[in-house]
C-alpha cells in the first residue's frame, strides 16, 4: 500500500485549498479512504471520511471542526481521494494525511500552513 499526499501549501485565513491522495497497491474503489491532521505538539486527529461509491453513491463524514467547510471526494478512475478546504482558518494549520483505514500505511502527509 503506498499513499502519496500533495497540494498543501500557505494560504491565508479565509483562503482554499484541495489536496489530493494518489493511493496504490490495494483496489482502491472497494475500500473507505480518511483524512487525518496533526498540528504540532498534537495528536493525529480524523478529519473526515468517504465510504465506497455504491448505487447510492458514496457516503461522507466530517469531524465537528471541519464540517460545512471542507468536502471529502473520490476518484476511483484515478485512485485519488481530495480534501477541498474552504474558509480555512489558523487553527487548520497541520500536517495532513490520507489513509484506507482497513489497512496500516500513512503516507508522508502535506503541510497546511494558515497564515496572514
Known amino acids: 500500500v503506498q499513499l502519496v499526499e500533495s497540494g498543501g501549501g500557505l494560504v491565508q485565513p479565509g483562503g482554499s485549498l484541495r489536496l489530493s491522495c494518489a493511493a496504490s497497491?490495494?483496489?482502491?474503489?472497494?475500500?473507505?479512504m480518511s483524512w487525518f491532521r496533526q498540528a504540532p505538539g498534537k495528536d493525529r486527529e480524523w478529519v473526515a471520511q468517504?465510504?465506497?461509491?455504491?448505487?447510492?453513491?458514496?457516503?461522507?463524514n466530517y469531524a465537528n471542526s471541519v464540517k460545512g467547510r471542507f468536502t471529502i471526494s473520490r476518484d476511483n478512475a484515478k485512485n485519488t481521494v481530495y480534501l477541498q478546504m474552504n474558509s480555512l482558518k489558523p487553527e487548520d494549520t497541520a500536517v495532513y494525511y490520507c489513509?484506507?483505514?482497513?489497512?496500516?500505511?500513512w503516507g508522508q502527509g502535506t503541510q497546511v500552513t494558515v497564515s496572514s
Open positions: 489513509k484506507a483505514p482497513d489497512y496500516s500505511a
Open positions: 497497491g490495494f483496489t482502491f474503489s472497494k475500500y473507505a
Open positions: 468517504i465510504t465506497p461509491i455504491t448505487s447510492v453513491g458514496a457516503i461522507t
